[in-house]
């Protein structure tokens, strides 16, 4: 049995004074869920005071990037050893990052490689874009990224895979469960072809795509689905919160 993961993204919200508050919210609801792994993922800024908030509870943190060296002449760049301690995940390959900043296969791989190297667990992110989506291409651009991505990387179990179709993210339009789950099926068939079928087993595969408190449990109902990388809604305590806990409920069966 795969735990099942939900992480919130909160991309570029939040000052750290909001963030605080968020964590206020919903920190003590939050910790009670069990049988769901949760992740904060707040922006580099609020690290520290979220890590200080969550204390010892259940809740996990993650940071939204990093560059691949360890330090150096990289201005307004964080590296990966900088978030040794503060952290536990890292979002990695986002498409929007992939899209403004440009982000390319090789770059995310050298993005995973440098947070495994110091045990920080990559939540990698991929998928397709509309138009690739409409001419029939999801499988082809889905496999390149993961392989992509995971290039000469020895398997690990800290990894996490998201599938976030770009057509989905921020749109209100979510892929339908039998979507999500059929191409969340072909990369863990991929991953069983680079790491073998047992390694691809245990791995988690979360969707990500306009996921609210609303559509969460039709998506962790499916077999290959482990929960979700939220980002509009993960920012809304109550609606979080449901997410969590709906999660929670389906996967207990
Ligand atoms: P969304 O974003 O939930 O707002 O669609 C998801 C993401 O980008 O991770």
């Known amino acids: 049995m795969r735990l099942p993961i939900i992480a919130g993204n909160w991309k570029m919200n939040t000052t750290v ?3 605080i508050e968020l964590v206020q919210e919903m920190r003590g609801r939050l910790d009670k869920v069990e049988g769901v792994e949760k992740v904060l993922c707040p922006p580099f800024i609020s690290l520290s005071a979220v890590g200080e908030l969550i204390g010892s509870s259940s809740i996990r943190l993650g940071a939204q990037n990093l560059y691949f060296e ?3 002449a990289y201005t307004g760049e964080v590296s990966p050893l900088m978030l040794v301690g ?5 979002i990695l390959g986002h498409s ?11 770059m995310v791989n050298l993005k995973v490689k440098a947070a495994l ?9 991929v998928g397709e874009r ?4 409409e001419a029939g291409k999801t499988e082809e651009v889905v496999t390149r990224q993961v392989k992509g991505a995971l290039a000469g990387i020895a398997p690990s ?21 039998e979507q999500a789950n059929t191409t969340i099926g072909l990369i863990r068939h991929i991953l069983s072809q680079l790491y073998g079928e047992q390694f691809s087993q245990a791995i988690r595969i979360q969707y990500g ?16 689905i482990d929960g979700a990388l939220v980002g509009g809604a993960s920012l809304i305590a109550t609606e979080f919160l449901g997410i969590v806990e709906q999660t929670a409920k389906a996967k207990r069966g």
């Open 157 to 177: 179990e800290g990894l996490v895979v998201a599938y976030e179709p770009v057509w989905a993210i921020g749109s209100g339009k979510a892929a339908t469960e």
């Open 86 to 90: 503060l952290c536990e995940y890292v």
């Open 130 to 133: 509309l138009e690739e989506n």
């Open 117 to 125: 190297k110091v045990g920080l667990k990559p939540i990698l992110c």
């Open 209 to 224: 795509g306009s996921v609210t408190s609303a559509n969460i449990a039709e998506f962790v109902a499916q077999p290959e």
């Open 96 to 106: 929007e990052r992939r899209h403004y900043f440009v982000e390319t296969d090789e």
């Open 17 to 19: 004074e909001q963030a």
């Open 70 to 72: 360890e330090k150096g």
